[in-house]
């Protein structure tokens, strides 16, 4: 039995396949899927799990190189716009429409849909290469 990081089997399993480049979504429960990507689905109800959470915990185990964000979070999910630049500081982070983002999603390993009820609360994290302890 795996004691730490996702215990989520299909999470873990997209994020042991991810090589560089590769990106995975994490979504508020309002994207769209397009047709062909993998949903993981975690939404219990509205808010849980939350975007902050579950992009903490994804970001805890995967190298993420850059984080492509919709330019609309910035006006209209201030919170959410603070935390992923809080949290990838190190990453770059790029903007683009919402409708530009809606299509990129379509490149995704997998999106995995939160319970996140707030505009905008979406992401792109983008996979860099790990070779061990890097400090």
Known sequence: MKKNGILNSHI?????????????VV??????IPAGVPKIDLALTYGVPGFEQVVELVAA????????????MVAQNEAAYAFTVDLFN???????????FKKL????KAII????AK??????LHAGVWFGTQE
């Open 61 to 72: 185990d995967m190298e993420v190189e850059k984080v492509t964000i919709a330019e609309e």
């Open 27 to 32: 979504a508020d429960l309002g994207l769209p």
């Open 119 to 124: 505009p905008y609360a979406n992401c792109i």
């Open 105 to 108: 999603t379509a490149g995704a």
């Open 90 to 100: 190190k990453a770059e982070i790029q903007r683009c429409s919402h409708e530009e």
């Open 12 to 24: 873990s399993k997209v994020l042991a396949d991810l090589g560089h480049t590769d990106y995975i």
């Open 113 to 116: 849909r939160t319970g996140e």
